[in-house]
């Protein structure tokens, strides 16, 4: 059982899937980091100097009543909130890992698609004067004994 599990688990599928899982996890923080620090900034300043990451309502006021300046106050009195800018940013870095992946999917079909499209040199031709099929380097049709040129 311990051989079985070790050829299962050294076997190229597992190897495969345990590197895709790391740099997932690392291409997971450059995506929050691209939405949190690069470009929900700007779309906060367009859309009236807001910070989605400080959108949220309070439903229930914590120890110190509301009003709160920010969600991290309102957290820290006990409030209870729906984060709703949070969920915004996090709309975000799906939509741009999606896309992400999407192009890489889109470029790898391609590939594929132009590999098996190109087509094989033929390893037969066929005798001019016979019209039998005979081997592409052949130089004298081996049915009908003409010179080939």
């Given at each position: ?146 010179e080939l040129k």
């Amino acid at each position: 059982m311990f051989k079985e599990f070790k050829e299962f688990a050294v076997k190229g599928n597992v190897v495969d899937m345990a590197v895709g899982i790391i740099v997932g996890a690392a291409f997971t923080s450059i995506v929050n980091s691209l939405v949190n620090d690069i470009i929900m900034p700007p779309v906060g300043l367009v859309l009236g100097k807001v910070d989605f990451t400080n959108l949220y309502v309070v439903f229930r006021d914590g120890k110190i009543p509301a009003p709160y300046s920010s969600l991290a106050d309102a957290k820290a009195a006990g409030a209870v909130t729906l984060n709703y800018g949070i969920f915004i940013n996090a709309i975000t870095s799906f939509l741009i890992v999606a896309f992400a992946v999407f192009l890489m999917v889109r470029t790898i079909n391609r590939l594929k698609r132009q590999s098996e499209e190109a087509p094989a040199m033929p390893a037969t031709k066929e005798c001019p004067f016979c019209l039998s099929v005979i081997p592409i380097k052949a130089v004298r049709c081996g049915h009908c004994t003409s010179e080939l040129k």
